[in-house]
């Protein structure tokens, strides 16, 4: 008895760090089926079409239709794949994806009462986890593309890990200036340092940090290979890639990591760019702040990808190295001797 | 236009040339393009599409469109127009008409004339939907409708008989106004 009352607050910490972990987790999934038939809608308006309107009320219950096809699908493979490294792919690249989500803060801490911190961890490194989880999901674009046994999906494999080595380089280089400014690693720390504090006026770091948000935007679309990046997919011309052997839900989970993505990526984004949780009213109101500027940015996503033809292979070499890295270090370096100026 | 080394007549046009690819022109062409673009497809999002669902929503055809033919009866008498003499299928390019003629008789009085036609098919696979067969009919007993929704799954189905050309469609198609 003496030794579960010691445990206790123990215990009821791993229990709320369960319960946040299964929230966030539940929102994501609900989200994520509304979030393919937004897009699907809103690219059709941008190109003067429909989208889809046949299943359920304007076509709202398509991704419904969509799951149910993928499940019911057969799950076949090359002769010359391998297939537990197949089915570990997908694996990899979903559990990325989500976890790369526990790091967004959607609140500070005690906004909902309690010491209660609206986000799923806050790591001292938070930068660091998200950079290093994003890297993870393109071990699952080479081991789903090499354990295919299929030299086309090797080739497809080959040409998204060039692609997202180039530009997590220059992504890495446009936090750095947020950091360097924040002093710290730590999302939570990072919007916080965002805010008025003490009498202090709060700045957004999109202004100070312009070019490191374009930056920051532009490589976010290669990282997670968005239109105009998406040569990993390359749908049109280069039939697929890495994912050309899958099928089924497995391959839909190469979709639904995509989704998780984009809304990780625009977490990260309200929270090092716009203030994250800061915004006018109460303070209990800062999850739906969060959650409109990621709205915001997941519009500026589906717009782009309506807008913007597919690069070429080598214009997207170029503007990975050429121009993206080069501007990212300057933005760096401008930061800090600035930091150390003012 | 002057820095041309030849002399160039009244009539030269000038032409607007974009920057050249590279340097701050270059630039200023790639994003100027990008944002252009993006206000392009923006406009789109504030438009309505211009789709029209098919199936449940048809586009009107003009009175004058050629669609599925119709015989005709008088109204008065309820006799047929069509009086078998076959001129349809001496105009018709596709040769896609049948017609068998018989007498009318006393207590078998089918059309207005001495004949009748005992047997009026028209073939929907063959027909071009020229509308001859309506210029070369003498008592206007065949016309071209405003149909167009013909498509069935045999082609035996798609020859249409007699019964089928005298009844009226089963669903109307829609007809534009006049100056529409």
Redesign the interface.
Known sequence: MALLAQAAPVLETTLVQIAKALVIFAFIFAVVPLLTVLERK?I???????GPNRVGPRGIMQPLADALKLVSKEQSAPVTAVPWMMALAPVIIVGSAVATLAIVPFGPQGAWGGDLGLYGIDVPIALLYFFAFGSLAFYAFMLGGWASGSKYSFLGAMRSAAQLISYEVAIGLSLLGVAMTAGSLSLVDIVEAQGSGDGEFGMWFIIPQFVGFLIFMVAGFAEIARAPFDLPEGDAEIVGGYNTEFGGMRFGSFLLAEYIEIISLSGVATACFLGGWHGPGPEALAPLWVLLKIFAFILVFI??R???PRLRYDQLMSLGWKVLLPLATLNVLITAILLVVI | MSDTPYALSEDAIAVQRGPEPGGLGGAYRTFGATLRGLRTTLGRLAEKPPTIQYPEEKTPVYPRFRGRHKLHKFEDSDLEKCVGCSLCVAACPAECIRVVAAENTPDNQVSAGERYAAVYEINMTRCIFCGYCEVACPFDAITMGNDYEMADYERSDLIFTKEMLLAEPVERTPLRREGE
Do not use: D, E, N, V
């Open positions: 809103l059709g308006r941008f190109q003067s079409r429909l717009w782009i309506a807008t913007l």
